[in-house]
T-cell receptor
C-alpha cells in the first residue's frame, strides 16, 4: 500500500531562514506527488505538483526517486508561510486509488 | 472561491444523533472524495464517488454512508454519533477519477462537534 511520511509534526524557523519540509513516500512505481497548504484550519490549497516543476510563493520541491522523497524547500521563510503543509501521493492512471496524505507538518515562522 | 461548496460550515449535535453533510463539486468535476481531518490522525480518506458510482472506500465506519446524486452533489451521512466523530470533514473534487497530475480541489470543510 502507498504511504506518505512527514517526519516532523512541527517545524519552527526564523523569518529569513531557509525552510525544508520533509516528505518520504512508499510506492513501487512512479507516483504523482503534491504539496498542499492549509492556513488556520481552512481549506487545503494545492501548492505544488511535481509534474509541473514550478515554483509557487518561492517554494520548490524536487522528486528524488532514489531516496523516495519529495521535500519542500524555500530559501527565505516569511511569516505568512506559517501554516500546515501536507504531502500527498497519487497513483497514475488509477481510477480508484485516492490521494494518500501524510499527517502534515506545521510550519511556524518566527519574526 | 475554489468552486467546491460544503454545507453547513459548522454543526453541533449530541451523541447518538444523525447528521448529513453536503458537498457540491466544482463545475465539471465528476469525482467527489470525502476526507476526515482530526488533530491526531491527519487527513483520513473516507469514500470516493465518480459520476454517481462508488469508486473507492477507505476507513469509513459502518455508521457512516454517502452517495452522489445525478446532479453530482454528494452527501455524507453520519449516524449514531460519538464524541470521537468530532472532526473537520472535507469534500474534494476532480474532473477524472484518477489524479491525472492535477490533484484535487478542496472545499472549506464542515466542522462537526459532537457533545
Amino acid at each position: 500500500a502507498q504511504r506518505v511520511t512527514q517526519p516532523e509534526k512541527l517545524l519552527s524557523v526564523f523569518k529569513g531562514a531557509p525552510v525544508e519540509l520533509k516528505c518520504n513516500y512508499s510506492y513501487s512505481g512512479s507516483p504523482e506527488l503534491f504539496w498542499y497548504v492549509q492556513y488556520s484550519r481552512q481549506r487545503l490549497q494545492l501548492l505544488l505538483r511535481h509534474i509541473s516543476r514550478e515554483s509557487i510563493k518561492g517554494f520548490t520541491a524536487d522528486l528524488n526517486k532514489g531516496e523516495t522523497s519529495f521535500h519542500l524547500k524555500k530559501p527565505f521563510a516569511q511569516e505568512e508561510d506559517s501554516a500546515m503543509y501536507y504531502c500527498a501521493l497519487g497513483v497514475p492512471g488509477s481510477g480508484n486509488t485516492p490521494l494518500v496524505f501524510g499527517k502534515g507538518t506545521r510550519l511556524s515562522v518566527i519574526a | 472561491d475554489s468552486g467546491v461548496t460544503q454545507t453547513p460550515k459548522h454543526l453541533i449535535t449530541a451523541t447518538g444523533q444523525r447528521v448529513t453533510l453536503r458537498c457540491s463539486p466544482r463545475s465539471g468535476d465528476l469525482s467527489v472524495y470525502w476526507y476526515q481531518q482530526s488533530l491526531d490522525q491527519g487527513l483520513q480518506f473516507l469514500i470516493q464517488y465518480y459520476n454517481g458510482e462508488e469508486r473507492a472506500k477507505g476507513n469509513i465506519l459502518e455508521r457512516f454512508s454517502a452517495q452522489q446524486f445525478p446532479d453530482l452533489h454528494s452527501e455524507l451521512n453520519l449516524s449514531s454519533l460519538e464524541l470521537g466523530d468530532s472532526a473537520l470533514y472535507f469534500c474534494a473534487s476532480s474532473a477524472r477519477p484518477d489524479t491525472s497530475n492535477y490533484g484535487y480541489t478542496f472545499g472549506s470543510g464542515t466542522r462537526l462537534t459532537v457533545v
